[in-house]
């Protein structure tokens, strides 16, 4: 085989999600032509991609050692040294990709993150950006200041750079920014004004929904969802707006996809081979987790608040805990499917009996610390499986996982429908369009969880 035959069948092979064969694909097409520098960015992406973190940090290292130019293999690099956990030798090289091209907003962003996730401080997550002089950077400082806590920052950021050039992403943010501000007139006009700019755009879609929802134009904003999930039936955020909708409606099919008891289960892992019990077991999970979570704070965009999350998909890390984790989750998750069985609804429709894993972490809370309320939108199955737990949770509900209460504001508002009290060792599973969060809890103890989402196998 030629090397550009091993780059076209490993495009190919990455393309259809087959990392492994991808990644030596790549190295062959490295190894044919030494000279070249694009195919050991390639390799470098596609090893980073299966968290083999040391391993891309060396091939992109070559790539750039071969003269590679491109900012893009500079990022491939940053978050390859991230993941190594090199985090100094990744901000620098964050930086020099940001130093080819000044207005590169995804290594801005990832190095924002970065800083960030490292200091908890907004102003050195935003020391590298500066939005006055490169417009296109005023995503990056509204998504910092929105995951810090300041919509009305992020707000007033989002207005200069719309009115130096309107854009639907940025008129996206600014209708999130406004939500949470209470102000759902300025948020349906931004939604409606990015759905005039991307009129195809299914996130557009949703965030008109999201606003009418908000000001209680409730049959308005169920019959637009209705009309989306024709066109994106297995967008779970879709479906998660609809159901809303019915809720607050008292429309009776809301309780066919978010009462019916078949769809959340929790079950017990197995004791794996090798450990002489559970809790032995899950004191070494938590060892191996722990050594994960080396952040201060949670990324940028996300549920958590209080704690961190790992940024690597532990399915595919080669540990032994890890893998003997992921082989105990077997079971519970085959017993699910059987559970659910055939049907036409949003889950049932898409069981084949078989599933893959479709991203996995851990998250790590420290007292205080929640999940909003949230939904995974391109997921068909979530989770969460609890490790480790803080004694609190055993007053109701502290630290408890919560079903139903909608992360985007509604009105009236609507409360959850019900709680799950977590069991360590314990692996909880539901449609991914459900609602859900974790409520606070007190004391000095941590809450440490792993969490994935699956799609049909």
Request: aromatic share 6%; proline share 6%; charged share 20%.
């Amino acid at each position: 085989m030629t090397a550009s035959a091993a780059m076209e069948q490993a495009r190919q092979a990455k393309a259809a999600g087959d990392l492994r064969t991808a990644a030596t694909l790549y190295a062959r097409a490295a190894a044919e032509r030494p000279e070249s520098a694009v195919a050991e960015h390639n390799l470098a992406s596609t090893l980073g991609d299966l968290g083999e973190f040391t391993a891309a940090a060396a091939a992109s290292a070559r790539a750039l050692a071969k003269g590679s130019k491109a900012p893009e293999t500079w990022l491939v690099h940053a978050r390859a040294l991230q993941g190594a956990g090199d985090l100094d030798a990744a901000e620098a090289a964050f930086l020099s990709a940001i130093g080819m091209r000044a207005d590169y907003v995804t290594a801005h962003r990832d190095l924002a993150q970065l800083r960030w996730m490292r200091t908890a401080d907004v102003g050195a997550a935003l020391a590298s950006v500066d939005a006055a002089r490169v417009p296109a950077l005023a995503s990056v400082e509204a998504v910092v200041l929105m995951s810090a806590g300041e919509p009305a920052r992020a707000a007033a950021v989002l207005d200069r750079a719309i009115a130096r050039s309107p854009d639907a992403g940025l008129h996206l943010l600014a209708a999130n920014a406004r939500a949470a501000l209470g102000d759902g007139e300025a948020q349906l006009a931004h939604a409606t004004a990015a759905l005039r700019l991307a009129p195809s755009s299914t996130e557009a879609a949703k965030a008109a929904v999201e606003a009418l929802l908000h000001l209680g134009r409730v049959a308005e904003g169920a019959g637009l969802a209705e009309r989306i999930g024709v066109a994106a039936p297995d967008d779970q955020g879709v479906i998660a707006l609809l159901t809303t909708g019915w809720r607050l409606l008292g429309d009776p099919r809301h309780a066919a996809l978010c009462d019916d008891p078949a769809l959340i289960s929790a079950q017990s892992i197995d004791v794996p081979p090798g450990w002489a019990t559970l809790a032995a077991f899950l004191r070494d999970v938590a060892v191996s987790l722990c050594e994960r979570h080396a952040w201060r704070t949670h990324p940028l965009d996300q549920s958590l608040r209080h704690g961190s999350q790992t940024q690597e998909d532990l399915s595919r890390v080669d540990h032994p805990v890890l893998r003997a984790l992921f082989a105990a989750l077997d079971k519970p998750i085959r017993a699910h499917l059987a559970q659910l069985g055939a049907g036409d609804d949003p889950v049932r429709r898409r069981n084949t009996g078989s599933y893959r894993f479709a991203g996995a972490w851990s998250v790590l809370l420290q007292p205080g610390g929640y999940h909003t309320d949230h939904v995974h939108p391109r997921g068909w199955l979530s989770s969460a499986f609890y490790v480790d737990l803080p004694e609190s949770v055993a007053e109701e509900p502290q630290g408890w996982l919560a079903f139903g209460r909608p992360g985007v504001p509604t009105s009236p508002a609507l409360p959850p429908m019900r709680h799950v009290r977590p069991v360590a060792g314990q692996l909880v599973l539901f449609p991914s369009y459900l609602w859900h969060g974790t409520e606070p809890f007190s004391g000095e103890a941590s809450r440490l969880t792993v969490a994935f989402d699956l799609l049909p196998g």
